[in-house]
Nanobody, 126 residues
Framework: VQLQASGGGLVQDGGSLRLSCVAS????????WAWFRRTPEKEREFVAA????????VYADSVKGRFAISGDRTKNTVYLQMNSLKPEDTAVYYC????????????????????WGQGTQVTVSS
């Protein structure tokens, strides 16, 4: 199974982007999806996660109210709508997925995910 992330790019401060991640290449029944990001200062920072069972969504404090995670379980696709972007949101964004039924507190840990996408660069200019 491969995860393919897309939608990154260059945007001005205050702008918006929508990232997509789609799974392909095999039998796949992910229950939890997430987005993480990597900067020179932080190796892997949690951004947002969604759990199909229960419909729960979890966000990092730094993106609450600005980012929204959603998806289509039937299409094995997840999205990250990013609004009011700031220069500090500049990073490589990675999608991740797990077939396990993690509790909410585990959804923000990178160790909870078995599948990872290749990353897409988001650059926010000031």
């Amino acid at each position: 199974v491969q995860l393919q992330a897309s939608g990154g790019g260059l945007v001005q401060d205050g702008g918006s982007l929508r990232l997509s991640c789609v799974a392909s290449g095999g039998t796949f029944n992910a229950n939890v999806w997430a987005w993480f990001r990597r900067t020179p200062e932080k190796e892997r920072e949690f951004v947002a996660a969604i759990r199909w069972s229960g419909g729960n969504k979890v966000y990092a404090d730094s993106v609450k109210g600005r980012f929204a995670i959603s998806g289509d379980r039937t299409k094995n696709t997840v999205y990250l709508q990013m609004n009011s972007l700031k220069p500090e949101d500049t990073a490589v964004y990675y999608c991740a997925a797990s077939e396990r039924r993690w509790i909410l507190s585990a959804m923000s840990s990178s160790e909870s995910y078995e599948f990872w996408g290749q990353g897409t660069q988001v650059t926010v200019s000031s």
